[in-house]
């Protein structure tokens, strides 16, 4: 396995207050994030709740993946009620809430009648009742180093999880009863509308086994400061881990959407610890846009794309793998989707 980066941070395990807020000088950016995907019902959801955005208001934004085919996402501004807790995840932002309520659980709650259409077409009243029970314990990667000195950490308070609730759409209503589901949070002093960042790849795949592997690479201007990690997780912790020196990212069949390019299909290959290696491979459905997360009011030009995905993945000396998508036609790999995945038989 490649050697982590000069001054990159370990990975740690995650306590409730790294999930909690993270106040402090400087130009601070801080949100967290939901979703849940039910491939039986050909549904995928997310939410972002900001409560701190250089320049801009804090801000709710939801991403929609509905059975129809359709991709849209809409936003908000809030007002930040309340500080968020410190010692826990409690974040109020205006009607909009997202909380723990016990080690390693969660609700959400979203009510958005009247949204602003960041991407696609406005879907009428958004309402979100989520409650999600991790089945993974989280981490902490971080602080991960951005120029000019300034610095992001990552909590991934549940790798996966499983999601019970409803998501209401217009006049419809989705029931959730144990959809596979993921939440992590964002914090630092940093602003993601500095060119110098360059971009960040992030993905999140549940696998057989209750097994989760998320990936969380920045990758500045300067690519000497390209750092993250890749985890493999299950119920007992974490597996194995990887850095930003061992992955390779892949991007190819490029499209341009307005005056945006973007990648058709993006594959990851990673070197993980104990000989594990992992790769993943997607493909981006037809008119949706792809990069990573930015503040709400850039969303518009940059929201999270749907992939198809398939994922494999390996501990040395064993058999190659087999990787074939289990991933439902409009499943998002990138808003937590659910594809196969093939291991060697346990050492």
């Known amino acids: 396995m490649a050697a982590p980066a000069a001054g ?18 400087g130009d601070r950016t801080e949100w967290w994030f939901v979703s849940a995907v039910d491939p039986g019902q050909d549904l995928a959801v997310a939410a972002a709740l900001g409560a701190r955005f250089p320049g801009g208001p804090p801000a709710t934004v939801v991403f929609l993946y509905l059975p129809d085919g359709t991709v ?65 314990p989280g981490f902490v990667a971080g602080p991960l180093a951005l120029p000019g000195g300034q610095d992001l950490s990552w909590t991934v308070a549940a790798p996966s999880a499983r999601v019970t609730g409803t998501v209401r759409v217009g006049d419809r209503t989705f029931r959730l009863r144990g959809a596979p589901g993921y939440s992590d949070h964002n914090f630092g002093e940093f602003d993601l509308g500095d060119a110098s960042h360059g971009g960040w790849d992030w ?3 549940h696998l057989p086994g209750g097994r989760s592997l998320v990936t969380g690479i920045v990758r500045p201007a300067d ?55 992992a790769t993943r491979g997607g493909r981006r459905r037809c008119g949706s846009r ?26 040395a000396g064993g058999a190659p793998p087999r990787s074939t998508s289990t991933s439902r036609r409009r ?15 346990p050492p």
């Open 72 to 136: 849209t996402t809409v936003g908000a501004p809030r007002l930040l009620t309340a500080e968020p807790a410190t010692d826990r995840a409690d974040v109020r932002l205006g009607p909009d809430r997202f909380r723990s309520t016990g080690p390693g659980r969660y609700r959400l709650h979203v009510d958005m009648p009247s949204g602003i259409a960041l991407a696609g077409a406005a879907p009428g009243p958004v309402r979100l009742d989520l409650d999600l029970t991790a089945t993974a």
């Open 290 to 315: 792809s990069t990573g997360r930015a503040p709400w009011w850039r969303w518009r030009r940059a929201p999270r794309a749907p992939f198809a995905a398939t994922a494999a993945w390996r501990r």
């Open 223 to 277: 690519p000497s400061m390209r750092d993250g990690a890749l985890v493999l997780s299950d119920a007992s912790g974490r597996i194995a881990e990887g850095r930003a020196a061992g992955a390779r990212v892949r991007r190819g069949d490029w499209s341009a959407q307005g005056d945006h390019p973007y990648p058709r299909t993006v594959t990851l290959d990673g070197r993980l610890s104990g000989g594990w290696r």
């Open 331 to 345: 499943s998002p790999a990138s808003a937590t989707g659910r594809p196969a995945a093939s291991r060697a038989p």
């Open 203 to 205: 993905s999140q795949v």
């Open 8 to 25: 990159a941070s370990k990975i740690r395990t995650a306590t409730p207050a790294d999930d909690g807020g993270h106040p402090g000088p």
